[in-house]
Nanobody
Framework: QVQLVESGGGLVQPGKSLKLSCAAS????????MRWYRQAPGKERELVAG????????NYADSVKGRFTISRDNAKNTVYLQMNSLKPEDTAVYYC???????WGQGTQVTVSS
């Protein structure tokens, strides 16, 4: 059974940091591209960051470049999203996704507010 389980979300003040984790099981994690998406209330889901299967290549949305870092540990079947200098506009539900098999996690809420 395929599972992607996100964790690490919460309420944080602007300028602070959070690290999200996504633990995968039920498929061969190490050969899949992994992505983080987010969806804010009333907005479409958007791609935040992606990482190649081996971890050597990453890409980011312009809105998070220089603040967010995606990484993965294939030995632990886990992908991470380090989020620094958080802004209120980063508030959203964050989802991890594997590609191209298109599996999604259930999401974790991130709220940035003072």
């Amino acid at each position: 059974q395929v599972q992607l389980v996100e964790s690490g979300g919460g309420l944080v003040q602007p300028g602070k940091s959070l690290k999200l984790s996504c633990a995968a099981s039920g498929f061969t994690f190490s050969i899949k591209v992994m992505r983080w998406y987010r969806q804010a209330p009333g907005k479409e889901r958007e791609l935040v960051a992606g990482i190649s299967s081996g971890g050597s290549s990453t890409n980011y949305a312009d809105s998070v470049k220089g603040r967010f870092t995606i990484s993965r540990d294939n030995a632990k079947n886990t992908v991470y999203l380090q989020m620094n200098s958080l802004k209120p506009e980063d508030t959203a539900v964050y989802y991890c996704m594997s590609w191209p098999n298109n599996y999604w996690g259930q999401g974790t809420q991130v709220t940035v507010s003072s």
